[in-house]
T-cell receptor
């Protein structure tokens, strides 16, 4: 069985601060896919990033970066120079079948 | 706009009734997923279809059923509704299994 744990229920930062959202996954699959999704107050779920278990490097996309560590089964997501519009619930997911409980991020002006 | 269309956006119905939620996936996407989001249960995966066939099943109640049609649209049927079924129901689609999914706007179901 797969399991995704987001221990941070709520995070509050001031605009322009960097913020890292934690995700720990459990899987028995040798090949697996991890995702981050964002759910703003309007309610829709928006895909942000995907990481395959066989990818070698961590990546950066604009203000987003992620750190995938197989040794600790972690897939952390960082927003650099946060903005008020980043305020949302962020979900980590394993494949499309198992979602974490979400982290509510509030960015204060 | 994700390209995934869900109808209706809102639905209010009485306990014991049956409703059908509809989802049109993005053009070209073969896989459809259904999720239930409630305040106390978070985002729960219900079921996945791939090209008309059921591929994975999550915490879907026996009172719920789904299918994917030859044109790839999908329907989620909820019957004998209870107050606890009130939730936001999302449909998502992806080109194939295991790739990122794109979500519809959701159907907010209220059972009274």
């Amino acid at each position: 069985a797969q399991k995704v744990t987001q221990a941070q229920t709520e995070i509050s930062v001031v605009e322009k601060e960097d913020v890292t959202l934690d995700c720990v996954y459990e899987t028995r699959d040798t090949t697996y896919y991890l995702f981050w999704y964002k759910q703003p107050p309007s309610g829709e779920l928006v895909f942000l990033i995907r990481r395959n278990s066989f990818d070698e490097q961590n990546e950066i996309s604009g203000r987003y970066s992620w750190n995938f560590q197989k040794s600790t089964s972690s897939f952390n997501f960082t927003i650099t120079a946060s903005q008020v519009v980043d305020s949302a619930v962020y979900f980590c997911a394993s494949r499309q079948l198992t979602f974490g409980s979400g982290t509510q991020l509030t960015v204060l002006p | 706009d994700s390209g995934v269309t869900q109808t209706p956006k809102h639905l209010i119905t009485a306990t014991g009734q049956r409703v059908t939620l509809r989802c049109s996936p993005r053009s070209g996407d073969l896989s459809v997923y259904w999720y239930q989001q409630s305040l106390d249960q978070g985002l729960q995966f219900l079921i996945q279809y791939y090209n008309g066939e059921e591929r994975a099943k999550g915490n879907i109640l026996e009172r719920f059923s789904a299918q994917q049609f030859p044109d790839l649209h999908s329907e989620l049927n909820l019957s004998s509704l209870e107050l606890g079924d009130s939730a936001l129901y999302f449909c998502a689609s992806s080109p194939r299994g295991d790739t990122e999914a794109f979500f519809g706007q959701g159907t907010r179901l209220t059972v009274v």
